[in-house]
């Protein structure tokens, strides 16, 4: 896996988490959606760091991707607990993101 795949990655998981937030925002029922929201918000900061951290060579590309991993997965397992399109696509982009990640932490 090189650095751009990782961060188209890092990109398409940032997107899906902050559509997914925005979503979230105008179900129904909020109050069962904070758990989602709140892992959305820290997911897409997590692969904005992430990217910037590759795009700049940082000498901690491998801690901030080994992070960024287990945020992406909770964050993916979060959204496969509901039902909505946005919740199951947000999840695979994490679960992607989180497999990519996981690459460059080695």
Do not use: W
Request: glycine fraction near 0%; include cysteine; proline fraction near 1%.
């Amino acid at each position: 896996m090189t650095y751009e795949e990782c961060i188209q990655a890092c990109i398409d998981c940032m997107e899906a988490c902050n559509r997914c937030y925005d979503a979230c925002l105008k179900e129904e029922n909020v109050k069962m959606m904070v758990e989602c929201i709140r892992t959305d918000r820290e997911c897409a900061d997590i692969c904005a760091l992430a990217i910037k951290s590759m795009q700049s060579n940082s000498p901690f590309v491998a801690q901030i991707c080994k992070l960024c991993a287990e945020i992406c997965e909770a964050c993916g397992n979060e959204c496969k607990k509901h039902d909505h399109q946005h919740c199951q696509e947000c999840a695979e982009a994490c679960y992607r993101c989180a497999e990519a990640c996981r690459s460059m932490a080695k």
